[in-house]
């Protein structure tokens, strides 16, 4: 006899006033305040059975069959369940999976709505809807009960009073990026106390927000925090899934990053860190799930209902329609996959008050199965009010048909532009004939950008982010160096546009240092003075290394943690950063609003490109073979501001250059060289010469 038939039956529960029908809206586990209403969407299900757990998740207490179904919504009130409740849901159907239906009742499945997990998971095959090693393969079926090894959900009250709290509200065009992972941030900080590091807490230490204080950052952006789990095979490899891009539960924070109560420790992170003018923005990955392709474990969607929640092959169901690269992909033009993700987002604004979202692949929320810039995702977040005035940034493109979409997201998206991250690296690499893009990547990418009323804040611009090298890496390899990883060195990117300036990795030769540290520091003055927005990589201040290791999703050790040995080194340009993001505060045209023209109908110019002697730039000049020098003026954006001369050289060389004539501009001041050779140097007039050192970025001020 089967553990269960011990328990209340449903009848008895319900004479005895413990259940009701309850109501299918809102999905989930709502608590209010006198028992909790249970709801769950699934369309080919048959049966659904609500499974109740003890404290620690070890033992099935209750059973109850669902009793009522609306809209393809299964619902029960249940007056005696209260926050704390650990629960799982087992969904009866068709298991046939050559017709795409994957249903197993042995198999206890969270809730996609979990706000919480509680239990223990441990890797099983158990967890398989099939028997693993079986010749019919995903064909066969698994009778094993999954329940001890597997998360439960827990009912949780998520109000809270956020007293006086505001949000930073930082427009767009003033805002600077920093992403982060949240526990590789702090790890090895040895100025924040030993058990804050790690954690979400550790975000927000006064030490970190004293140092992006420092940096003039406006907005963390945190890679997933989502619950995710470990892939089995990396178990196996006594590895981890660091980055967490294996999305579990698209509500429920990530235990392991908690002190103690996960939700109240992500919420008062969120607090400090707007208290100190910083906004959080969240990396999500609605693209996928955890759950892999038919070879997979059943641990939520793929048992509830896995043709619904799925883009399955149109011919062959039995498989997945894979755009992510992971095995399977979401279907959110499905509404009520749709609506858990609009609900998913609402959620994290609402009970976590963050800023803003970088959507993982994001091209694969758009797609009907072609991507479609009109798709019902980016309607019902153009018109949701909550979501009216958070920041939304694409990562414009997966793996699957036309997927590469950069410029092509709605009105009102920013998109990560990685025109702007390969041109940048290609130049400072001393590659020629990029002038022309040079120019285009410092004004915010405008052939990519420029339509359907979008402005330059459309462009997140980096030169490095999780994944591929570290910026210390980028001039200290040329190779990829990923054994760690356990796949012979096969995964992660063979195009990295990266230069090791003389030497594979670690080096005692001083010009060759020398040389790695002018180009980390030219690609940090390019970053901030370009248009558009820039995003830094934590680390990249300090001289992080991840030892040549371009892909560390899965190093949560000294790899993947930032190092911060170099801090107050002659590697740590913290300094530099802070300068330069002040830049940006006092020459306004950094961040416009608007397109540049060049020459306005007026006659003046809002930027003026010029060649090294100080004249404006002919259609010869651009198409100069081999080129590597650029060099403009931005006009003042407002009447008194400073118009500013930017140069950058490539060249290995040195380059002499002569100020230009600008009407109300007296004088030039330096106000950054990164080759340091006149940090003192007095003003220098109109017609005046300067030697523009060997790979070098200048800026001078305009001044009467």
Same mark, same amino acid.
């Given at each position: 006899?089967?553990?269960?038939?011990?328990?209340?039956?449903?009848?008895?529960? /319900?004479?005895?006033g413990h259940i009701s029908p309850g109501s299918p809206h809102p999905l989930g586990a709502t608590?209010?305040?006198?028992?909790?209403?249970?709801?769950?969407?699934?369309?080919?299900?048959?049966?659904?059975?609500?499974?109740?757990?003890?404290?620690?998740?070890?033992?099935?207490?209750?059973?109850?069959?669902?009793?009522?179904?609306?809209?393809?919504?299964?619902?029960?009130?249940?007056?005696?369940?209260?926050?704390?409740?650990?629960?799982?849901?087992?969904?009866?159907?068709?298991?046939?999976?050559?017709?795409?239906?994957?249903?197993?009742?042995?198999?206890?499945?969270?809730?996609?709505?979990?706000?919480?997990?509680?239990?223990?998971?441990?890797?099983?095959?158990?967890?398989?809807?099939?028997?693993?090693?079986?010749?019919?393969?995903?064909?066969?079926?698994?009778?094993?009960?999954?329940?001890?090894?597997?998360?439960?959900?827990?009912?949780?009250?998520?109000?809270?009073?956020?007293?006086?709290?505001?949000?930073?509200? #930082? @427009?767009?065009?003033?805002?600077?990026?920093?992403?982060?992972?949240?526990?590789?941030?702090?790890?090895?900080?040895?100025?924040?106390?030993?058990?804050?590091?790690?954690?979400?807490?550790?975000?927000?230490?006064?030490?970190? +927000?004293?140092?992006?204080?420092?940096?003039?950052?406006?907005?963390?952006?945190?890679? @997933?925090?989502?619950?995710?789990?470990?892939?089995?095979?990396?178990?196996?490899?006594?590895?981890?899934?660091?980055?967490?891009?294996?999305?579990?539960?698209?509500?429920?924070?990530?235990?392991?990053?908690?002190?103690?109560?996960? +939700?109240?420790?992500?919420?008062?992170?969120?607090?400090?860190?707007?208290?100190? !003018? +910083?906004?959080?923005?969240?990396?999500?990955?609605?693209?996928?799930?955890?759950?892999?392709?038919?070879?997979?474990?059943?641990?939520?969607?793929?048992?509830?209902?896995?043709?619904?929640?799925?883009?399955?092959?149109?011919?062959?169901?039995?498989?997945?329609?894979?755009?992510?690269?992971?095995?399977?992909?979401?279907?959110?033009?499905?509404?009520?996959?749709?609506?858990?993700?609009?609900?998913?987002?609402?959620?994290?604004?609402?009970?976590?008050?963050?800023?803003?979202? /970088?959507?993982?692949?994001?091209?694969?929320?758009?797609?009907?199965?072609?991507?479609?810039?009109?798709?019902?995702?980016?309607?019902?977040?153009?018109?949701?009010?909550?979501?009216?005035?958070?920041?939304? #940034?694409? =990562?414009?493109?997966?793996?699957?048909?036309?997927?590469?979409?950069?410029?092509?997201?709605?009105?009102?998206?920013?998109?990560?532009?990685?025109?702007?991250?390969?041109?940048?690296?290609?130049?400072?690499?001393?590659?020629?004939?990029?002038?022309?893009? #040079?120019?285009?990547?410092?004004?915010?990418?405008?052939?990519?950008?420029?339509?359907?009323?979008?402005?330059?804040?459309?462009? +997140?611009?980096?030169?490095?982010?999780?994944?591929?090298?570290?910026?210390?890496?980028?001039?200290?390899? =040329?190779?990829?160096?990923?054994?760690?990883?356990?796949?012979?060195?096969?995964?992660?990117?063979?195009?990295?546009?990266?230069?090791?300036?003389?030497? =594979?990795?670690?080096?005692?030769?001083?010009?060759?240092?020398?040389?790695?540290?002018?180009?980390?520091?030219?690609?940090?003055?390019?970053?901030?003075?370009?248009?558009?927005?820039?995003?830094?990589?934590?680390?990249?201040?300090?001289?992080?290394?991840?030892?040549?290791?371009?892909?560390?999703?899965?190093?949560?050790?000294?790899? !993947?943690?930032?190092d911060w040995s170099k801090a107050g080194t002659e590697d740590d340009m913290s300094d530099l950063?802070?300068?330069?993001?002040?830049?940006?505060?006092?020459?306004?045209?950094?961040?416009?609003?608007?397109?540049? =023209?060049?020459?306005?109908?007026?006659?003046?110019?809002?930027?003026?490109?010029?060649?090294?002697?100080?004249?404006?730039?002919?259609?010869?000049?651009?198409?100069?073979?081999?080129?590597?020098?650029?060099?403009?003026?931005?006009?003042?954006?407002?009447?008194?501001?400073?118009?500013?001369?930017?140069?950058?050289?490539?060249?290995?060389?040195?380059?002499?250059?002569?100020?230009?004539?600008?009407?109300?501009?007296?004088?030039?001041?330096?106000?950054?060289?990164?080759?340091?050779?006149?940090?003192?140097?007095?003003?220098?007039k109109p017609g005046d010469q300067w030697s523009a050192q060997a790979r070098t970025v200048l800026?001078?001020?305009?001044?009467?």
């Open positions: 006899m089967s553990s269960h038939r011990l328990l209340p039956s449903f009848s008895f529960l /319900r004479s005895n608590w209010d305040g006198r028992g909790t209403n249970f709801a769950l969407f699934s369309a080919n299900a048959t049966k659904v059975e609500l499974c109740l757990f003890d404290r620690d998740g070890r033992r099935e207490t209750q059973r109850i069959t669902v009793p009522e179904r609306t809209d393809d919504v299964w619902h029960v009130y249940l007056s005696h369940v209260t926050p704390g409740q650990l629960y799982g849901y087992r969904v009866h159907g068709p298991y046939a999976p050559e017709a795409g239906h994957r249903f197993n009742p042995n198999k206890l499945l969270i809730d996609p709505y979990s706000k919480r997990l509680g239990g223990q998971f441990s890797w099983n095959d158990a967890h398989f809807g099939y028997r693993t090693g079986a010749k019919q393969a995903d064909l066969s079926f698994d009778k094993r009960d999954n329940s001890r090894y597997m998360y439960k959900s827990v009912v949780v009250e998520t109000a809270h009073s956020w007293a006086h709290s505001r949000r930073p509200g #930082i @427009p767009w065009e003033d805002t600077i990026i920093y992403e982060a992972h949240t526990k590789g941030l702090s790890q090895t900080r040895g100025d924040i106390s030993e058990g804050m590091r790690g954690t979400f807490r550790g975000l927000s230490e006064p030490n970190m +927000i004293r140092h992006l204080r420092r940096l003039g950052v406006t907005a963390v952006e945190l890679l @997933p925090i989502h619950a995710f789990l470990d892939d089995r095979y990396l178990v196996d490899r006594k590895l981890h899934n660091y980055w967490g891009y294996n999305t579990l539960s698209f509500f429920a924070p990530e235990a392991r990053y908690a002190r103690s109560d996960v +939700i109240d420790d992500f919420r008062g992170t969120v607090a400090a860190l707007h208290d100190a !003018g +910083i906004e959080v923005i969240l990396d999500v990955v609605y693209n996928h799930t955890c759950e892999g392709n038919q070879l997979g474990p059943t641990l939520c969607y793929r048992g509830i209902d896995n043709a619904s929640y799925y883009w399955l092959m149109p011919d062959q169901p039995r498989y997945y329609d894979d755009f992510t690269g992971t095995g399977n992909s979401l279907k959110v033009a499905h509404p009520r996959v749709l609506q858990m993700v609009m609900d998913s987002l609402r959620f994290w604004v609402e009970t976590f008050h963050v800023d803003g979202f /970088r959507f993982d692949l994001a091209s694969t929320l758009g797609r009907e199965p072609a991507f479609n810039r009109n798709a019902p995702f980016f309607a019902a977040i153009q018109q949701d009010p909550v979501l009216a005035n958070v920041k939304m #940034i694409a =990562e414009p493109w997966d793996i699957g048909l036309g997927g590469y979409q950069v410029g092509g997201f709605p009105t009102g998206w920013s998109e990560w532009n990685d025109v702007y991250r390969k041109t940048a690296r290609r130049f400072w690499r001393g590659e020629g004939n990029l002038i022309g893009d #040079i120019a285009h990547a410092m004004t915010g990418s405008a052939a990519q950008f420029q339509h359907d009323g979008r402005g330059p804040r459309s462009s +997140i611009n980096h030169v490095t982010v999780h994944d591929g090298f570290t910026l210390a890496d980028l001039y200290a390899y =040329e190779h990829k160096h990923n054994e760690a990883n356990g796949e012979d060195n096969r995964d992660g990117s063979d195009d990295n546009v990266s230069t090791n300036c003389g030497a =594979e990795g670690e080096t005692d030769d001083a010009d060759i240092l020398a040389k790695r540290r002018r180009l980390r520091a030219n690609q940090l003055a390019t970053l901030f003075l370009a248009q558009g927005v820039p995003l830094l990589l934590a680390g990249d201040e300090v001289g992080n290394s991840q030892g040549g290791n371009n892909n560390a999703y899965a190093q949560d050790n000294e790899i !993947g943690w930032v950063v802070g300068r330069l993001t002040q830049m940006r505060q006092r020459f306004p045209q950094l961040k416009p609003h608007r397109w540049l =023209e060049g020459k306005k109908e007026d006659g003046t110019y809002d930027v003026k490109w010029l060649t090294p002697s100080g004249v404006e730039m002919t259609e010869q000049d651009w198409s100069f073979p081999d080129g590597r020098f650029v060099a403009y003026v931005l006009a003042a954006a407002r009447e008194g501001d400073e118009p500013l001369f930017i140069m950058l050289n490539g060249a290995d060389e040195p380059v002499d250059i002569t100020f230009p004539e600008w009407a109300a501009v007296g004088r030039w001041q330096c106000v950054l060289d990164t080759s340091n050779g006149h940090p003192n140097a007095p003003a220098s800026a001078f001020a305009g001044l009467a």
